[in-house]
């Protein structure tokens, strides 16, 4: 399954690298910072800003992805044990939404 | 062994002028010795009598013609050879941006290195060993298990090698007993052995990095502890992450390309192994901000331990002090008191 990534404009993530929970957000971010969306001049630019907390926190990782049209997901992966399929399952259900959107708009 | 044709022999066969020529030197440099002496190491080692392999291809359990396999001895390899490693994640990376990110960072750590042949240290030039590459997480993580977990006993190292001369115990004509041409065999204990796989096993995802390596990772290794290399280093590859400052733009303004930064943001810094010791972001800094590399910590260590003896020296001495100075105030009051009615009497006559 894809990730409209067009949808999207920002991305927040805080992980603790050390913990296998965190192994979605550092899989989706390989998904999200691909050369079309790093240059700021890129028309699919996506603001990612990752956060790596200390080896000994517990605290579990967490994301925000905000879509275009300023709707906010946020996913707390560690809490509801989400893995990289259902990580992105959620996000490109949110983004074919809005895809849709736009397309029945214009 | 004498030559088995004499040397007379040999001239009487009629040859060619220059091949006769060729013998004769030949023959009146080897005339003094026929059989050159053994070499210590033949009198002192015995070779192995029976060799079942070719000594560079031991029986291995993983198959030594496969990619994984040799990406697994480098890997070992690398893993023992630098004791500084730190880890990245690096996600789509254009072959043009890795090009342009390894050109900064063999830049910049040559400045380190000129820096230090200039303040007079004698440290390695380090520049051109420090390389930056990306891994096969999964192998990686068995080396890694290998190398920190697997360790070959005595004995099977003993075994593995040919009998001793010198040691009565063993003959020349003894029987390698361990090597037999099997995988099986304990006495095999290089990286690819069924022994090493055996031993290993059943540490799966027990390293303290062993979480972390998923997905796209690449290392940096630096084959000494140099804490300024590393600070380099990182001050290129992750200068936000790790806090050391980036090169100006008016001081390398090839740093500041889009192609270099784009590249840039898509490499996070993980994790550091120094030492055999795991170590997350803010350690590394830590490690990266001692000044002056190793030689500065030492220096550190030096004058600590000096100022602390020296201090401990007053200390002891001052009660001998503090004692010898109330004595001889002392003495030197009762001499007042024995001079005095003296000087009094002195002074009256």
């Known amino acids: ?106 | 062994m004498p030559p088995r044709l004499r040397i007379s022999s040999i001239q009487q066969i009629p040859r060619c002028q220059y091949e006769l020529r060729i013998t004769r030197s030949a023959s009146s440099a080897a005339a003094p010795a026929f059989t050159p002496a053994a070499s210590i190491e033949q009198m002192t080692r015995s070779p192995a009598p029976v060799s079942r392999f070719p000594p560079t291809q031991p029986p291995s359990h993983r198959n030594p013609e496969y990619r994984r396999s040799q990406l697994l001895r480098s890997y070992t390899s690398l893993l023992r050879t630098s004791p500084l490693i730190v880890l990245f994640q690096h996600n789509n990376l254009k072959s043009m941006e890795w090009a342009a990110i390894r050109r900064e960072l063999t830049i910049a750590l040559q400045k380190v290195d000129e820096k230090i042949a200039a303040e007079g240290r004698t440290a390695p030039a380090l520049a051109p060993y420090i390389k930056i590459q990306t891994i096969q997480t999964s192998i990686f993580e068995v080396a890694l298990r290998i190398v920190e977990y697997f360790r070959p006993s005595e004995s099977s190292l003993a075994s593995g090698k040919p009998p001793s001369a010198i040691d009565p115990v063993t003959q020349t004509s003894a029987e390698l007993p361990a090597i037999s041409g099997s995988k099986d065999d304990p006495a095999l204990t290089h990286d690819l052995s069924r022994t090493a796989h055996a031993a290993v096993k059943n540490m799966k995802g027990m390293h303290e990095l062993s979480p972390l390596l998923v997905g796209p990772v690449a290392v940096l290794s630096i084959p000494t502890v140099s804490p300024e290399h590393m600070k380099a280093a990182l001050s290129i590859l992750a200068p936000k992450e790790s806090g050391f400052k980036a090169p100006t733009r008016k001081a390398n303004p090839e740093y500041h390309e889009p192609i270099v930064q784009n590249g840039l943001q898509k490499i996070n810094l993980l994790a550091a192994r120094v030492d055999n010791q795991v170590f997350d972001i803010d350690q590394t800094k830590w490690v990266g901000s001692i000044e002056g590399g190793m030689d500065g910590l030492r220096s550190q260590l030096v004058t600590a331990l000096q100022s602390m003896s020296s201090s401990v020296a007053t200390t002891l001495e001052g009660a001998g002090k503090s004692i010898y100075f109330t004595l001889e105030s002392r003495r030197s009051v009762l001499e007042e008191e024995e001079k005095g009615p003296e000087g009094d009497k002195s002074e009256s006559s």
């Open chain 1, 1 to 106: 399954m894809t990730i409209p990534i067009a949808t999207i404009t920002t991305f927040r993530t805080a992980y603790n690298p050390f913990s296998r929970a965190s192994r979605p957000c550092r899989l989706f971010l390989g998904m999200l910072r691909t050369p079309d969306t790093i240059p700021t001049s890129s028309p699919t630019h996506i603001d990612i800003k990752v956060k790596q907390l200390p080896r000994n926190s517990t605290e579990s990782p967490t994301m925000t992805i905000g879509f275009k049209g300023g709707k906010e997901l946020t996913l707390d992966v560690g809490k509801r044990g989400l893995k990289i399929g259902d990580v992105i399952e959620e996000v490109s259900r949110v983004g074919r939404a809005l895809q849709r959107e736009a397309s029945l708009k214009n």
